[in-house]
T-cell receptor, first 110, second 110 residues
């Protein structure tokens, strides 16, 4: 079983749609959680950290459910520029080590 | 921008040759990492460093060595490149629990 699991997609959505991604993690001792965005042939870039209380940054909302060990990312009013791969990332607090999910690909169409 | 550069950005080499990839950072971060990214596997940690001359193995360290003689530079060496080491290599630094990535090196071993 993978430590961080994501649906690889692709999710094909029209502009303006709301789309949600989920991610599950296996290590119940994990301490920090993140969503990264990766464009084709580019490096991953931090999109947002995920806090226990949930957090929002513009059109993006992240939620954490520790009891069920899943993390979600909601994107409202999708833009063409949101097309990318979204990586769910978990820090198990062991020497600043991150574990990456395989990514979910999003394609926003006109 | 985390002030991370990688060199070379692209390299084609032959099986059996040694290859060294360089990661350079300008912000004096203590932790540095080398990852490889392959289709179907996501990002996997090769080696990391927690200070000058302090390094440790990651998940996929076989066939790789690293050195860190200065805070700003973290070198990844393939002593004798194999075709299975064809990949995209990313360097990263830590700011707290978050990691920031360099632009990557695309390595092809023929």
């Amino acid at each position: 079983r993978k430590e961080v699991e994501q649906d690889p997609g692709p999710f094909n959505v029209p502009e303006g749609a709301t789309v949600a991604f989920n991610c599950t993690y296996s290590n119940s001792a994990s301490q920090s959680f993140f969503w990264y965005r990766q464009d084709c042939r580019k490096e991953p870039k931090l999109l947002m950290s995920v806090y226990s209380s949930g957090n929002e940054d513009g059109r993006f909302t992240a939620q954490l459910n520790r009891a069920s060990q899943y993390i979600s990312l909601l994107i409202r009013d999708s833009k063409l520029s949101d097309s990318a791969t979204y990586l769910c990332v978990v820090n198990d607090n062991a020497g600043n080590m991150l574990t990456f999910g395989g990514g979910t690909r999003l394609m926003v169409k006109p | 921008d985390a002030g991370i550069t990688q060199s070379p950005r692209h390299k084609v080499t032959e099986t059996g040759t040694p290859v060294t990839l360089r990661c350079h950072q300008t912000e004096n971060h203590r932790y540095m990492y080398w990852y490889r990214q392959d289709p179907g596997h996501g990002l996997r940690l090769i080696h990391y460093s927690y200070g000058v001359k302090d390094t440790d193995k990651g998940e996929v360290s076989d066939g790789y060595s690293v050195s860190r003689s200065k805070t700003e530079d973290f070198l990844l060496t393939l002593e004798s490149a194999t075709s299975s080491q064809t990949s995209v290599y990313f360097c990263a630094i830590s700011r707290g629990p978050e990691q920031y990535f360099g632009p990557g090196t695309r390595l092809t071993v023929t």
